[in-house]
């Protein structure tokens, strides 16, 4: 024990150096984005709660009116879309059935299902878009593949 020595307190570090906060800057309007985001469409999957969406899928929701596209062209088409919703929003209604038909199927006649195939866009783009909270597909009860709910903003 004689040769032993103690090996005294470790040196603690220094502590850093305290930084000065930078001083505040001056709020100058935010930056322009380069290219701004598409808008969103009004039948995005997010606009409609859980509770609207299971009674869609349920087919426990009654449309409060319907438009029915078969035997039409697609301008004559167009067009009784943008007048049904018209209307529709005029009364108030809140779901409407689109009757468009069934989607093409593979090997089928030229004109078959060219309805369907562009009746999301036109909605999209229609007039009444800000109007339209979602479109989901429609329950057997009242179409299934050939029928689309638009659902309706208050």
Not at 52 to 57: F, S
Not at 106 to 134: C, F, K, Y
Not at 136 to 150: E, F, N, Q
Request: proline residues 12%; charged residues 25%; aromatic residues 4%.
């Amino acid at each position: 024990m004689a040769t032993v020595r103690p090996l005294g307190r470790p040196a603690m570090p220094a502590p850093p150096p305290r930084k000065e906060p930078p001083p505040p800057r001056r709020q100058s309007a935010p930056a322009m984005p380069l290219h701004t985001p598409p808008a969103a469409k009004p039948h995005d999957q997010r606009t409609l709660d859980g509770g609207w969406d299971r009674r869609l899928g349920r087919g426990i929701v009654s449309p409060d009116s319907s438009i029915d596209l078969h035997g039409h062209t697609l301008d004559r088409a167009y067009a009784r879309i943008d007048f049904g919703l018209e209307t529709a929003i005029a009364r108030g209604d809140r779901v409407v059935l689109l009757v468009t038909g069934k989607p093409r199927a593979e090997g089928a006649r030229e004109g078959r299902g060219a309805i369907r195939a562009v009746v999301t866009d036109w909605l999209a783009a229609s007039r009444h878009a800000g109007a339209i909270a979602a479109v989901r597909p429609a329950h057997p009860r009242h179409g299934g593949a050939g029928a689309l709910y638009i659902v309706l903003r208050r």
